[in-house]
């Protein structure tokens, strides 16, 4: 089964956010990507609002429930009390805990589930007694015994940052041979019962590599790379077109 596309929109919300106008509109386009066929739309609300406002969330969900019920919504962020607040009030299907400082431009590594096993194990709990499909950030560099933690916690999935893949994107051998790495990291996460998921600078030309060294992908989240294509390609095309490299068929 290919991986399913979801639609980051942090993005497209950037863009509208440097000026005090409703466009780019962050609905409009997660409906045409939907129509196109994503499976789902992530969004990264931060405690500063500088990508996805708390205000566009019910719009997405709305949008979700009366249009498009088969797909999911996805929140990820930093497991603070406002973000789980967020998640308690807009009810996404899947909930992605990230390790990430506010401060950070963007996500740029998983979990130390060591030193966080605690504070997952907590948070996870809360948030699957609300029924939600919970997924962790993590590395990529097949520690079996950090996996064992992430699995101990709760959650249903990890997600496998995959920035430093994307970032070999003009060095094809180290490009194998991180990914890979990522798919032995995701043979030892399946063997826990831990499904996975993927995301970080992911690309049209990246995708079928890592999708061949992971066979059992579960998801994608795309936001900087797919809005890019957008700008060449739309919207619609640009979904069509990373759906092509998951492997499923257009």
Known sequence: MP???????NAVAML???RDLPWPSVTALGRIALEAGASGLTVHPRPDQRHVRFS???PIRDLIDDEFSETEFNMEGYPNEEFLRLV???????????PDDPAQATSDHGWDFRKNHNLLGSVVG?????????????????????????????????????GPY????????????IAAALGRTAEIAASLGLEVNAGHDLTVANLPLLAKHIPNLAEV???HGLTADALEYGMAESVRRFRRACGQTV
Not at 88 to 98: I, R, S
């Open 3 to 9: 991986a399913k596309l979801s639609v980051n929109l």
């Open 16 to 18: 509208r956010n440097r």
């Open 56 to 58: 566009d969330l019910q």
């Open 88 to 98: 308690e009030t807009h009810e996404p299907e899947q909930v992605t805990l990230v």
């Open 126 to 162: 809360r948030l699957k007694k609300k029924g939600f499909r919970v997924s962790l950030f993590a590395d990529g560099d097949e520690d079996t015994e950090a996996l064992r933690i992430a699995k101990e916690t709760g959650a249903d999935r990890i997600e496998l940052y995959t």
């Open 166 to 177: 994307g970032g070999c994107y003009d060095d094809p051998e180290k490009a194998e041979t």
């Open 221 to 223: 989240s795309i936001g």
